[in-house]
C-alpha cells in the first residue's frame, strides 16, 4: 500500500507561481511513477504531468514550458511546480502513484494504483 497526501495549494493571481508537494508512504521503494492530475469542475480528471523511476518525465500540452515535475527519492516526496499560472490552471490538483508498469496509458485515470486526496489550486485573473 501507499499513501500520497497533497499540500502547496492555494490561491494565486495570474502569471504567479505555486509548488505543489506530494508526500508518499508505505510501499515507495517499489514506486514505479508518479503523476499529477487536476480536475475543474464539471470536467473530467486530466493527466498533467509524471515521472517515472528511470528519471523520465513526460508533460501535457497545456502545461509544458510552464509546469515542472520533481523528485525527491529520499524524501519519498514529488513536487510540481507550476509558473505562469493562468485562470484555466484552477482546479483540484492529485497526486497518483503506480507501483508498476501495465498497457493502459499513463495519461489515464486507470494507469494509477493510488492517489491523493486532491489540493485546490485557484488562479485569479
Known amino acids: 500500500q501507499v499513501q500520497l497526501v497533497e499540500s502547496g495549494g492555494g490561491m494565486v493571481q495570474a502569471g504567479g507561481s505555486l509548488r505543489l508537494s506530494c508526500a508518499a508512504s508505505?510501499?515507495?521503494?517499489?514506486?514505479?511513477?508518479l503523476g499529477w492530475f487536476r480536475q475543474a469542475p464539471g470536467k473530467e480528471r486530466e493527466f498533467t504531468a509524471i515521472s517515472w523511476s528511470s528519471g523520465v518525465t513526460y508533460y501535457a500540452d497545456s502545461v509544458k514550458g510552464r509546469f515542472t515535475i520533481s523528485r525527491d527519492n529520499a524524501e519519498n516526496t514529488v513536487y510540481l511546480q507550476m509558473n505562469s499560472l493562468k485562470p484555466e490552471d484552477t482546479a483540484v490538483y492529485y497526486c497518483a502513484a503506480t507501483l508498476r508498469r501495465t498497457g493502459i496509458p499513463h495519461s489515464e485515470p486507470a494507469y494509477y494504483d493510488y492517489w491523493g486526496p486532491g489540493t485546490q489550486v485557484t488562479v485569479s485573473s
Open positions: 508505505g510501499r515507495t521503494f517499489s514506486l514505479y511513477a
